[in-house]
Nanobody
Framework: QLVESGGGSVQAGGSLRISCTAS????????MGWFRQAPGKAREGVAG??????GTYYAESVKGRFTISRDKNTMYLQMNSLKPEDTAMYYC?????????????????????WGEGTQVTVS
């Protein structure tokens, strides 16, 4: 089970940190990721992190602004310099760290477990 928290409304240029708490799902064998989906758009990968936390990956649109991290059973996404186009429902996901994950981390079909999402609105 994955549960997101920390979403909210913020002005452009501001910061937010969202969290994903895992129970009974993730361990060191699971890679994890943050995805987002805006109304009328496809779900897109925002950031991914390897099982041990040593490998992190980002979409070009958020590089330099977002930071993904994980600690024990919680994964975080620190979002700085937020833009209106970052407005979306943000989902956390967990899945197996298959060999190709480092090059396919952004694909939703690679994850088995999903949270319900937390809304981030930037105005």
């Amino acid at each position: 089970q994955l549960v997101e928290s920390g979403g909210g409304s913020v002005q452009a240029g501001g910061s937010l940190r969202i969290s994903c708490t895992a129970s009974g799902v993730t361990d060191r064998r699971h890679c994890m990721g943050w995805f987002r989906q805006a109304p009328g758009k496809a779900r897109e990968g925002v950031a991914g992190i390897s099982a041990g936390g040593g490998g992190t990956y980002y979409a070009e649109s958020v590089k330099g602004r977002f930071t993904i991290s994980r600690d024990k059973n919680t994964m975080y996404l620190q979002m700085n310099s937020l833009k209106p186009e970052d407005t979306a429902m943000y989902y956390c996901a967990a899945g197996g760290c298959w060999g190709a994950w480092t090059t396919t981390w952004y694909q939703p079909q690679g994850y088995n477990y999903w949270g319900e999402g937390t809304q981030v609105t930037v105005s």
